[in-house]
């Protein structure tokens, strides 16, 4: 006799969804974006909201107070002379280049070097021109211009080259270097003050440069040309 065996229903997870599944976590709320909104009503409701998850928010409130704070501040030293306001222009002329030229390093460092090369020369030659007892503003002012001009002469040369062996920025340093030792020099002796400084500026510029290298580069081509030539001459004369 067969007998018949009742068939059990089979349990599955879409019949019965307490067997053999797992609880599905929740979804999580998604981070409000950190981009700048689009109008500024929902902007401004997240700003005064400071939710900890929203990096915008968070972030732009102090740079909103601080930013008032230092405008108030530049302010106020501007409205007290004249002299003031054209340092807190020019500081802020200085400011506005550095943010611009955060990302170029050696352009951003050979202005710098330029800059304090250009003042230590200057204060140096009018240093000079007054431990001598000679106060005549046009003999400080001519050998000052000099020295101005030799600084970007130097700034201009280590861009001009087109393939730079070496970092450009620490050209100009090395020649403003040589600039401020020239102008040291000029203290004791001002006509050779600026020749100094000069020359060792093209100096500079020739030994980092590409100028030098391509001269070694073809005297060691004549030396290659010359050894083969002994070592042609060589078998010939021993065979004779």
């Known amino acids: 006799m067969t007998t018949k065996t009742s068939k059990q229903p089979k349990t599955d997870a879409k019949t019965n969804p307490k067997v053999g599944t797992r609880r599905e976590s929740k979804p999580q709320r998604p981070v409000p974006d950190a981009a700048r909104p689009a109008s500024p009503?929902?902007?401004?409701?997240?700003?005064?909201?400071?939710?900890?998850?929203?990096?915008?928010?968070?972030?732009?409130?102090?740079?909103?107070?601080?930013?008032?704070?230092?405008?108030?501040?530049?302010?106020?030293?501007?409205?007290?002379?004249?002299?003031?306001?054209?340092?807190?222009?020019?500081?802020?002329?200085?400011?506005?280049?550095?943010?611009?030229?955060?990302?170029?390093?050696?352009?951003?460092?050979?202005?710098?070097?330029t800059?304090?090369?250009?003042?230590?020369?200057?204060?140096?030659?009018?240093?000079?021109?007054?431990?001598?007892?000679?106060?005549?503003?046009?003999?400080?002012?001519?050998?000052?211009?000099?020295?101005?001009?030799?600084a970007g002469m130097a700034l201009l040369g280590a861009w001009m080259v087109k393939e730079h062996p070496g970092r450009r920025g620490v050209t100009v340093v090395l020649a403003d270097v040589i600039l401020v030792i020239g102008s040291v020099a000029g203290m004791f002796a001002p006509e050779v003050g600026v020749p100094v400084g000069f020359v060792g500026v093209l100096a500079v510029l020739a030994a980092r440069g590409s100028g030098v290298k391509a001269v070694i580069g073809r005297v060691r081509r004549v030396q290659r040309a010359f050894g083969r030539l002994r070592r042609r001459e060589a078998p010939e004369t021993a065979d004779s």
């Not at 929203?54 to 501007?78: E, N, Q, Y």
């Not at 004249?82 to 400011?95: A, R």
């Not at 431990?131 to 101005?148: D, E, K, L, N, Q």
């Open 41 to 113: 009503l929902p902007g401004l409701r997240r700003l005064l909201h400071q939710d900890r998850n929203d990096p915008w928010a968070v972030r732009m409130l102090p740079r909103i107070v601080f930013g008032l704070a230092a405008a108030f501040t530049l302010f106020t030293i501007a409205s007290q002379s004249g002299s003031s306001f054209v340092m807190v222009c020019v500081l802020l002329l200085l400011g506005g280049a550095v943010w611009l030229l955060r990302r170029r390093t050696q352009l951003l460092l050979a202005l710098a070097s």
């Open 115 to 150: 800059i304090l090369a250009a003042a230590f020369s200057g204060y140096f030659s009018a240093a000079g021109d007054a431990a001598r007892m000679s106060t005549s503003a046009a003999v400080t002012g001519t050998a000052a211009f000099g020295y101005w001009a030799v």
